[in-house]
């Protein structure tokens, strides 16, 4: 079986930063892309950013230039830096990750983590 884990949420000021971990643990073989998605409220859950194996990356418009996906694969985790906060920032942030376990390709969802963006 095959989880991953969020942490690093919070309350934080607009203009303010803050940092999103997620690792991956079970019976991993490799890991593909991993991903940040968000569900603001009253909204659907939307792509934030992706990293896939060889580091490409892809941002949501919103976030480029204020967000910065990275990973580390010794870890099996990846990290989310958020910078320049908005109120509509706002939202539960979930992990998400491509893995190979010891016997089938499998899409591991987190149970997410608040981020609350607000003065």
């Known amino acids: 079986q095959v989880q991953v884990e969020e942490s690093g949420g919070g309350l934080v000021q607009p203009g303010g930063s803050l940092t999103l971990s997620c690792t991956a643990s079970?019976?991993?073989?490799?890991?593909?892309?991993m991903g940040w998605y968000r569900q603001r409220p009253g909204n659907e859950r939307e792509l934030v950013a992706t990293?896939?194996?060889?580091?490409?990356?892809d941002y949501a418009g919103s976030v480029k230039g204020r967000f910065t996906i990275s990973r580390d694969n010794a870890k099996n985790t990846v990290y989310l830096q958020m910078n320049s906060l908005k109120s509509e920032d706002t939202a539960v942030y979930y992990c998400n990750a491509d893995v190979w376990s010891d016997t089938e390709k499998l899409v591991v969802w987190g149970q997410g983590t608040l981020v609350t963006v607000s003065s």
């Open positions: 079970g019976s991993i073989f490799s890991i593909n892309r």
């Open positions: 990293i896939n194996s060889v580091e490409t990356i």
